[in-house]
């Protein structure tokens, strides 16, 4: 059997642990992150071309189930690989961690996209701690307040004028997370709703101190995918795919 993960996230590592010498597992990562933590199991990094050139990966290389453990807000790959796999008649899952439930106390303000979390700045304070990522700064270019951007890689892309660049890379401690806040004085957190629990501490670090969390909502699974909730829910459906009875 073999099994293609599409992702370099904790969640798809994990599996990729999981299935490795029960089946032939290929794991593919998009290559935007300079050192990515590697999971077991064959590599390939880079892009496929699209939907079309995806399906014809998974014809060429006999693969026999698809699972997209990609970051919960990487729309286009996920989108690509419903449309791969369905034109390839591959059995495709979704691997997606529970996103993030707000508790007694939290400030939470859900927006739809980067765009909404920028123009909702107005009032809420004139130093944000934002942790988008590095591929959607620009979203907030035009936004006078001033920022501490934390990325795994340096950004190059445009960004807002007064911005303090953090490069480091999860998990983040709680004690950590409260000390970062305070020493940069920090008013407002913009953040996606990754889920998880390697950045967490933040939303906690921010209730504690009365900071509210501008929370980009997370785009939906394509229709008709079916989702697991973790690595060994994942790992579950592989093992009942045709041709999960052979490792190749």
Known sequence: MHVLIL????EARALAGLLHG????????????ASPRLPVGE???????????????LREHAVDAVIDATHPFA???????????????????ALRRPGWVPVDGDDWRSVAS???????LDGLG?????????????????????????????????APARTELLLDRGPFTLEGERELLARHRIDVVVTKDSGGAATAPKLTAARE?????VLVRRPPVPDGVTTATSPEE???????RPGASRAR
């Open 7 to 10: 992702g370099g996230t904790t």
């Open 22 to 33: 029960r089946a032939r597992v290929t794991s593919s990562l998009a290559g935007r992150v």
């Open 43 to 57: 590599v390939r990094i880079g892009g496929f071309g699209g939907p079309e050139g995806l399906a014809a990966w």
């Open 75 to 93: 729309e286009r790959i996920s989108f690509n690989a419903a449309r791969a796999a369905a034109t390839a008649h591959v059995p495709l899952l």
């Open 114 to 120: 980067l765009e909404e979390a920028a123009r909702s």
């Open 126 to 158: 004139d130093r944000v701690f934002l942790t988008t990522g590095r591929m959607g700064l620009a979203a907030f270019e035009a936004c006078p307040q001033w920022f501490l951007v934390r990325s795994v890689d340096a950004p190059d892309t445009a």
């Open 209 to 213: 101190a009365g900071v509210p969390v």
């Open 234 to 240: 994942a790992a579950a459906w592989a093992a009942t």
